[in-house]
């Protein structure tokens, strides 16, 4: 079965890091570039963070850049969000999606519009004391 599969989601207090991972299972990753999305309730859904399909060229929006990054290890098939300083207003549910090109749409925007071959079911994260 081809999917994307996100874990490492949970609750975390506001100032704190957390993790998400985002693996393919039944297809390599290396030949799609990935972007990150988060949907919060009452919210537009959100595009986040996208990587380049080597890994040279990273997104991300102004509402997390400085705070997440995102990254992947090709050889494990995986695509990871790493999120510091995280706020109340970061709660939301986040999913991986892949997109069968070398590079990112250009820009946040773009990158919202674009087509993706799968999508992951997603991870809740929580920030929150």
């Known amino acids: 079965q081809l999917q994307l599969v996100e874990s490492g989601g949970g609750l975390v207090q506001p100032g704190g890091s957390l993790r998400v991972s985002c693996a393919a299972s039944?297809?390599?990753?290396?030949?799609?570039?990935i972007a990150w999305f988060r949907h919060a309730p009452g919210k537009e859904r959100e595009g986040v963070s996208c990587i380049s399909r080597y890994g040279g060229s990273k997104n991300h929006a102004d509402s997390v850049k400085g705070r997440f990054t995102i990254s992947r290890d090709n050889a494990k098939n995986t695509v990871y969000l790493q999120m510091t300083s995280l706020k109340p207003e970061d709660t939301a549910f986040y999913y991986c999606?892949?997109?069968?090109?070398?590079?990112?749409?250009?820009?946040?925007?773009?990158?919202?519009?674009?087509?993706?071959?799968?999508w992951g079911q997603g991870t809740q994260v929580t920030v929150s004391s």
């Open positions: 999606a892949a997109t069968e090109r070398n590079i990112c749409p250009l820009g946040i925007a773009a990158m919202e519009r674009a087509r993706y071959d799968y």
């Open positions: 039944g297809f390599t990753l290396d030949r799609y570039a």
